[in-house]
């Protein structure tokens, strides 16, 4: 693995409002702009959207599946785009950099969320151990 | 806008238990079926799974939000950050967090005014005390609703 490396892309999705309601229960973020219809349309939106950390949970999976679940270290993400019903998600990453730090070989990832209007839900930047 | 005066501020330290059915439920809320998460007895917790001390944040944490007098209809999640210095705790593991507000500062939007930025940093410290891992969370007040 050398920095420039790119990771296997992996999609998610379409994700449905019971993804949503799923995330929330386990979460425990109950913000009804996600769930209740009506709220969310008061407030502006033409339908509920996904949770920023919904995106975010599937892009730790994302790396976790590839790297390992224990040998995270650092997850970092930036919320863009919202995210919406039957949207399908793309997770992508590259190497940033692979080096030793605290007696253990780290690699940096350059992460990005993408829905398939090309949009960008959330940029990330994760460290892991390689083991 | 938000309080500037509330950077400094702490909330309540309170327990969190990690428990094994709560790692499950929540790696598979994010789509994960790894054999860590889901057969390990002592499985380690998904990188944003700090995220569920709410279940565990006594009433009174809220007094730091009241100070920070943020208005929830144009508060946005723009980033947020977990460091484990030595890996993810486990399922097993009784987690002190204590959350402070680390900077509140603003910039100006391109389409909805000012932008305030209120940055709060949680703690979780082990049985031993050691700090295992670190939430950093950006909130921002938008000059508008967002909608």
Not at chain 2, 110 to 119: A, D, E, Q
Request: hydrophobic letters at 35%; proline letters at 6%.
């Amino acid at each position: 693995m050398n920095a420039g490396d790119s990771l296997e892309a992996r999609d998610f999705g379409p994700l449905t409002r019971t993804d949503f309601v799923r995330y929330q229960g386990a979460s425990g973020d109950f913000n009804p702009i996600h769930h209740d219809e009506g709220f969310a349309q008061s407030a502006g939106f033409p339908t509920v959207f996904s949770v920023g950390m919904l995106q975010a949970g599937l892009l730790a999976t994302y790396c976790t599946d590839q790297f390992g679940p224990a040998n995270v270290r650092r997850f970092h993400v930036q919320f863009r785009e919202q995210v919406w019903p039957d949207d399908v998600l793309t997770c992508t990453g590259t190497v940033a950099q692979v080096y030793e730090a605290d007696g253990e070989r780290r690699v940096d990832l350059d992460l990005v969320v993408t829905r398939q209007t090309g949009g960008v839900a959330v940029r990330g930047q994760a460290t892991f151990v390689l083991t | 806008m938000a309080n500037k005066q509330a950077v400094g501020m702490q909330g309540p330290a309170f327990d969190m238990a990690v428990e094994r059915g709560k790692v499950r439920e929540f790696a598979r809320a994010t789509k994960s079926e790894h054999a860590d998460y889901l057969d390990d007895p002592q499985p380690p917790i998904p990188p944003t799974f700090l995220t569920t001390s709410t279940f565990w944040q006594p009433p009174e944490a809220a007094a730091l939000w009241r100070e920070l007098d943020i208005d929830v209809r144009r508060l946005l999640h723009g980033e947020q950050e977990y460091v484990f210095p030595k890996g993810p705790p486990r399922a097993g593991a009784t987690l002190t967090a204590k959350t402070r507000v680390e900077s509140v500062f603003e910039k100006e939007g391109k389409r909805g005014g000012t932008m305030t930025f209120v940055v709060t940093v949680t703690d979780f410290t082990d049985e031993r005390g050691d700090v295992v891992a670190q939430a950093r969370s950006t909130a921002i007040e938008t000059g508008r609703p967002p909608a």
